[in-house]
Structure formats: structure tokens, C-alpha cells
């Protein structure tokens, strides 16, 4: 045959419906043709029999490629001819010329060099002048490119915010000079009204002229002519009007701004309330004095505010924060709303043997003992068949607050899951997890609901053919617990108790109190001078145990649970909240309502205290060993905050071995009406290696929230 077409590479579109595509070249081999889907700029490669088949291999019109599963809407399938290059054919000495084969050979030769011309077409290069010695090779080429593609990026996110700031400075600029220009014509308005007044309640000027002022020249006046001039009120009125209304109480004339676009504001000073980040200001009512500090906190704003992932800037990196993408952290949480870390958010990993797992008939592949065995190379289900009334179920020996879920997948899906727990009524969803992105472990995390026995996953819609899935993990709630004595215990209202409040915090089975009445509190003091950051609180009844847990609250003297209706006595349904007090008297809310099924007497209670949180970002290579680290970071301070001691950062140049002194802490600039943005600079000449870490930790059980990092290194 003849090869007529240069075309070796085409595309599709996906719909969620069409499964065949025609292939507008010809190929020689199935082997030949290779196929990808391209989702949001990430491509999957597909693998021939496991996604795709195809027909018309040797033909010379082509043939098509019949995937095995439509692409998704918003998919695109790539598909094109790469032969192997390789030379099959063997000629025969003396035989008969094989003009067909040696057809083929050539149209398999004009093959592999189309497919080679579509790789150069994608290649960058050098004019065919450049000489030699500007010729970069290619390691030295990529990184050239990088730090320019890196500067780059960094000069449009710069230029992106700088520009959104400066619109929002003219904003303000503008609503502060219409407001002034208001304020002038009202001032005018006044003093017209003024004069107006001043004019019509003017005495006597004569007996003869009432009401009249008498103006007269000195001749007028020797003369004795002295009403000769006489203006009343109503001559002087419209004398008065044309004053005020003339250029003497222009904005000019007053000292104001004028509003739009204009350049009567040349300086911003003695401000009581400052402009915000938003505004186009600093959040002070003072000077920033270093300009990077500012280049940090609108860079930081926008790469949050359009949720941009962590990356490279040019001699530092941006850790923005938008996902819980920490993986060295301990004793935190992830808010997934807000985008940030807190302290009190600990977690553990929980122990699975595939005996606490089960499934729907439609879960196919099940092999729940692969699906906990801590490696993801080896199926533990498919979700093919599966519906949204399908689940893969997990039941706890003991209730336990779970606040995360990882699962890995071995290929790309856009399936979405339900994580749901079972209240004993009802299956209540805590989070959703999406599965989208290609192989590898997804993770959800979640502010924990309470302690619950039966958990599961639950397909969003149905999930279509799709990956294997490999492994599952789960993480409950985890923070210290906090001792309570006999001393700091008290009671409120009335309770039918077995022996006394002492028996609640002992930790053992036996019974304390099996009624209560609506309003009745379990009281804690821990004294003067001394309080506790609690976030979590558990009853433990003879057949139930309940858990509450918050964040948030900080650290507070009193606290205490609070029965919102009456338990026992007949009444199966038990609630109850969580409230804290620093003087004993005015009392906040810290967890939501807890309400649930309980005929049974409560043997004991334990609480738990806020903890701290280290959080370490992912190692930065750097090209050589850095002079100096500079750290910045957004903070939140709900508790009173002393830096250097509550709140403290170090870093590492070899990958968080061996670690510098604590920096000192100082705060920039006010990043907006919850966070700052703080900084630390450290010498690092003491240090060794290229593998840079900053640590950032809270101290003292203050309550602290971390929302953004940034490091940069000279």
C-alpha cells in the first residue's frame, strides 16, 4: 500500500456515551497504536485489552480503536501510531523479489519516521545556525527552563495580585473621596443655610427700614445720607447663594480627593482604621517596612484564593495549604472550610482485620484480608457493578471517633464516595471523598461526630468500570488525656446517684448514676490559676458510650456537661452538651447537642485536653547549601499567644535529622481580620545539606491555627 497522510495522532472528545473511534491512519500492528485520556491537563495511559481493542490492523484505510468504557464528559481520548523500530524482513539470496513485503517494510519505515516527525514537532529548538557552544545539552536546558518558567510563574501570580490589589486600593481611594466630596457639599449646603438664617433674623437696622443694612460711603456717611444704601434680606440672598455656590468651596479649594480616577491622593497616614488586604492595604496603621513581606502575604492571599497547590517559587517555596497535604504532622487536625491546621486534631491510626469487614452484593472482587494488609499492590475490590445503595461496610468492636479515611486506587476513576456512620437509626454522611487524579492513596478528614461502631463508604452515583481498589485506612480522634480528682468534681440539680460523683472518674464499670434531671451538671474546676484547652468529653453507660469532641475553645478553669433533658425515670432518650465558663458564671456552648437511644445507668466520664500540633512541610532541594532560611506563615491565635513560647520554628537543611535553635518570632503584617503573617530568619551556615524543613509547633495546649507557609533560601 501507499502512505497518502502525514497524520499519525488523533483526538476525541468524550461524552459519556460513545465507545468506538475511527483511526484516521493506517497501522500494522495492534501493538503499534497507543491511547491516553487526558482529565484537567493529567494523562492516564490506557492499556490495550484492559481499556481499549482495536480493528483494521494492515488495512490501508485504517481501521478503529473500541474503548471498553466511554469516556467521561470533560475527557479527551488520545490516540496515535508508534511503532517499534525495528527491520523484520529477511531477503532470500536468489529467490523472487517479495514486492509486498518489501512494500510493507517501506510503508513501516515511512511509519516509524511520521511518528519520530510528531515527537520533533513537540520539541523545542535551536535555530539551525546556532553555533556549537550555545548549545545547551539537556540537563542544562531543563533547568534553565525551569528557574525561567519558575520566574515566570512567580511574576504573573505577583502581577495577578499586585493588580487585584491595586483595584482594590482604587476602590477605596475612590469611596473615600466621593465620601468626601459628600461631606464638602454638605458643609456647603450648611453654611448656605447658615448665612439663609443669619440674613432673615437680622434686627432693625433703622426705625424707618425694617429688617434693612445699611451700607453708605464715607461721603454717604459725612453727608449724613446714611440709608442712602439700603439692602434688604431679600437683595442679599441671592448674593449670599452665588458665593457659596462658587469655586471657593470647589474639593480642590476644600482639600479633598475627588472621586474616580485622579491624582489628588498622594499620601495615606494617621489612619485609626487601617485598609485591609483586601482593600489594598497591609492591615496596619502603619508602614510595612520590608516590601517582601508584603510580595509574600498577596502572594500567599491569591494562590489561597484561587486554590492553588503547593510549589516552587524562585529560591523558595509556597505551601498554600488548600489541602491537608501534610503528611509529618502530630497532634493535628484538618479543617477542610477554613484550609488550615489546628492543634487538638491528633489522630490515630486504627488497627483493621478483614473480619470487621463486609459488603453489598455488588462489590465485586472482594478480598477484604488485601484490602488491610498495608500494601496496595493487590486487589481488595472493584466497584464496576456497584450503585449507590452499595457499600463496603467497616464494624468496630469498640466505638470509635474516626476523622479520616485514606483509600488507595491503582488507576484513574472520577468516582465519588460517602463516608458514612450508622446512629442508630439512620446512616448520617461525615464526609465525601473523591477518588479523581489518577493511581495513588486518596484522603478525606473530617471533624470528628462522636464514637460509633458502624462505619462505611458509599458510592456518591454509580462508579462505572473503573481501578482496583487496594487498600483501606482509617484514623480516629487522638489528643492526652486529662485527670480529673474528686476535688474538682461537683454536681448540680438532682441525680440518683449509687455512691457519689467520686465513682465518675475512676475509670472502672461500676454504676454511678442511673437518673437526672433536665438542667443537672457534671461540674470540673481545675482551680485558680489553672485551666485545660478540652476537646473531647466521653460518657460510658453500661451498654453505650458516647463522645463529644470540639475544637476551638481554648483553655478555660471551669467546664462542664449539662443534661438538656431529663435522663431516666422512664425516658430512653439521653442529651446532654459540653460548656466551659472562666468565672464559673457565663457559660459558652463547646460542642454541639448530643442526643441518643441510652436506658442505662452512666458508670463513668473522662475528658481530654486540646494537645499541641508540630506540622513539618515536605523536603525542599535547594541547589546548594543555603546561607539563611526565612519562614513565613499565616497564624491564628485563639488563645493568648506568647511567641517563642507557644508558638515556635526551626528548620533543617538535611531533611529534619539535625535541626537549628528556635528562631525568633515576630509578626509582619495583619493578613486579614483572623490571621497574621509571621516571620523567622535563621542562620544556616552551621548547618549542612540541601534538604530543607521548617517546623512549626505550638507549646502550652494554646489553642492555634496555621493557614499558610512559605520558605525562601539565599
Known amino acids: 500500500m501507499t502512505l497518502s ?44 485489552g484492559t481499556h481499549y481493542t482495536l480493528t483494521g490492523a494492515g488495512g490501508a484505510s485504517g481501521g478503529s480503536l473500541s ?111 466621593a465620601g468626601a466630596a459628600q461631606s464638602a457639599a454638605a458643609a456647603a449646603q450648611s453654611a448656605q443655610e447658615a448665612a439663609q438664617t443669619v440674613t432673615n433674623g437680622m434686627p432693625d437696622a433703622s426705625l424707618a427700614t425694617k429688617g434693612a443694612v445699611l451700607l453708605a460711603s464715607a461721603a454717604e456717611v459725612a453727608a449724613g445720607t446714611d440709608a442712602a444704601k439700603a439692602v434688604t434680606p431679600a437683595a442679599l440672598k441671592p448674593a449670599l447663594d452665588a458665593k457659596l455656590d462658587a469655586s471657593d468651596f470647589t474639593l480642590a479649594t476644600l482639600g479633598a480627593a475627588a472621586s474616580g480616577a485622579n491624582s489628588d491622593i498622594t499620601e495615606i497616614s494617621g489612619l485609626t482604621t487601617p485598609l485591609s488586604v483586601a482593600q489594598g492595604g497591609t492591615g496596619r496603621t502603619t508602614a510595612v517596612s520590608d516590601s517582601s513581606a508584603l510580595s509574600v502575604m498577596y502572594t500567599l492571599l491569591y494562590c489561597r484564593s484561587q486554590s492553588r497547590a503547593s510549589g516552587p517559587v524562585p529560591y523558595g517555596y509556597l505551601f498554600p495549604l488548600i489541602t491537608d497535604e501534610l503528611a509529618t504532622k502530630t497532634g493535628a487536625g484538618y ?10 486534631g491528633g489522630t490515630a491510626a486504627v488497627t483493621l482485620t478483614s473480619g470487621l469487614l463486609s459488603k453489598s452484593t455488588n462489590i465485586g472482587d472482594w478480598n477484604a484480608a488485601q484490602l488491610v494488609d498495608n500494601g496496595t499492590g493487590t486487589t ?103 485527670t480529673v480528682t474528686a476535688a474538682q468534681s461537683s454536681s448540680t440539680g438532682s441525680f440518683t446517684f449509687y455512691t457519689d460523683i467520686d465513682d465518675l472518674w475512676d475509670g472502672d464499670t461500676a454504676s454511678c448514676f442511673y437518673t437526672a434531671s433536665s438542667g443537672a451538671t457534671v461540674n470540673i474546676d481545675f482551680g485558680a490559676g489553672s485551666a485545660q484547652a478540652l476537646n473531647k468529653w466521653t460518657v460510658v453507660h453500661s451498654g453505650t458510650t458516647r463522645i463529644a469532641t470540639w475544637t476551638g475553645a481554648g483553655a478555660h478553669r471551669y467546664w462542664r456537661l449539662r443534661f438538656t433533658s431529663e435522663m431516666g425515670n422512664g425516658v430512653v432518650t439521653v442529651a446532654w452538651i459540653i460548656e466551659y465558663s472562666d468565672d ?24 481530654e485536653a486540646q494537645g499541641d500540633m508540630t506540622l513539618i512541610p515536605a523536603a525542599v532541594t535547594a541547589g546548594a547549601h543555603p546561607d539563611s ?62 534538604s530543607l524543613k521548617p517546623e512549626v509547633s505550638t507549646a502550652n495546649t494554646k489553642s492555634q491555627k496555621v493557614a499558610g507557609i512559605a520558605i525562601s533560601y539565599t
Open 5 to 48: 497522510t502525514q497524520t499519525s495522532k488523533t483526538s476525541f472528545s468524550g461524552n459519556g456515551v460513545t465507545c468506538v473511534f475511527p483511526l484516521p491512519f493506517p497501522f500494522a500492528r495492534d501493538a503499534d497504536i497507543r491511547a491516553l485520556l487526558l482529565d484537567g491537563g493529567l494523562e492516564t495511559p490506557l492499556a490495550l
Open 629 to 690: 532560611m526565612t519562614v513565613r506563615f499565616l497564624h491564628k491565635a485563639i488563645d493568648a499567644v506568647t511567641y517563642g513560647t507557644d508558638l515556635k520554628l526551626r528548620v533543617s537543611t538535611d531533611g529534619g535529622t539535625t535541626w537549628s535553635d528556635y528562631g525568633s518570632i515576630a509578626k509582619l503584617c495583619s493578613y486579614d481580620a483572623d490571621y497574621d503573617l509571621l516571620e523567622a530568619t535563621f542562620d544556616t551556615l552551621a548547618l549542612t545539606g540541601v
Open 584 to 607: 464559673g458564671t457565663a457559660w459558652t456552648a463547646a460542642s454541639t447537642a448530643q442526643s441518643y437511644t441510652a436506658n442505662s445507668v452512666v458508670v463513668s466520664c473522662a475528658v
Open 380 to 482: 481488595g475490590f472493584t466497584a464496576g457493578s456497584a450503585g449507590t445503595s452499595d457499600y463496603v461496610q467497616l464494624t468496630l468492636g469498640t466505638a470509635k471517633n474516626l476523622v479520616r479515611l485514606d483509600l488507595y486506587v491503582d488507576g484513574s476513576t472520577s468516582a465519588q464516595w460517602y463516608v458514612q456512620y450508622y446512629n442508630g437509626s439512620t446512616w448520617v454522611t461525615a464526609a465525601t471523598i473523591n477518588m479523581s487524579g489518577g493511581a495513588g492513596w486518596k484522603t478525606i478528614s473530617w471533624t470528628g461526630p462522636g464514637a460509633y461502631t458502624q462505619w462505611r463508604i458509599a458510592p456518591v452515583s454509580a462508579p462505572g468500570a473503573g481501578p482496583n481498589y487496594t487498600e483501606l485506612k482509617v484514623y480516629e480522634f487522638s489528643t492526652g488525656s486529662v
Open 67 to 177: 474503548m471498553l468504557a466511554p469516556p467521561a464528559t470533560g475527557r479527551t481520548l488520545v490516540i496515535w501510531r508508534a511503532p517499534a523500530i525495528v527491520q523484520e524482513v529477511d531477503y532470500v539470496e536468489n529467490s523472487a523479489f517479495p514486492a509486498e513485503t518489501h512494500e510493507a517494510a517501506l510503508d513501516l519505515l515511512t511509519m516509524i519516521c511520521q511518528s519520530l516527525q510528531e515527537q520533533v514537532d513537540r520539541a523545542v529548538l535551536y535555530p539551525v545556525s546556532t553555533p556549537a557552544e550555545d548549545i545547551l545539552d539537556s540537563a542544562e536546558f531543563l533547568e534553565a527552563t525551569t528557574a525561567n518558567r519558575a520566574a515566570a510563574q512567580l511574576a504573573q501570580v505577583g502581577a495577578e495580585a499586585a493588580q487585584a490589589a491595586a483595584q482594590a486600593a482604587r476602590d477605596a481611594a475612590q469611596d473615600h473621596a
Open 335 to 344: 479543617d477542610s472550610t477554613a484550609k488550615c491546621y489546628y492543634n487538638g
